[in-house]
């Protein structure tokens, strides 16, 4: 899958595929082959953060 640029679309996307398809966030950047920490920092921009808990990034 492509990750949108844009880091709202980002987050859509995201948070979308977190709900439907994946059981964390690490299980998500794996499958996708994406660094983790990229895209966490790439949210962390725009205040979002990723909670283990709700499996979403949610703003801070």
């Given at each position: 899958?492509?990750?949108?640029k844009d880091p709202i679309m980002l987050l859509s996307v995201t948070n979308t595929y977190l709900r439907d398809h994946y059981q964390s966030l690490?299980?998500?950047?794996?499958?996708?082959?994406?660094?983790?920490?990229?895209?966490?920092?790439?949210?962390?921009a725009i205040s979002y953060h990723y909670d283990s808990k709700q499996n979403q990034f949610i703003q801070d």
């Open positions: 899958m492509n990750f949108p690490a299980d998500l950047c794996k499958s996708n082959h994406i660094s983790e920490s990229e895209l966490t920092e790439r949210l962390a």
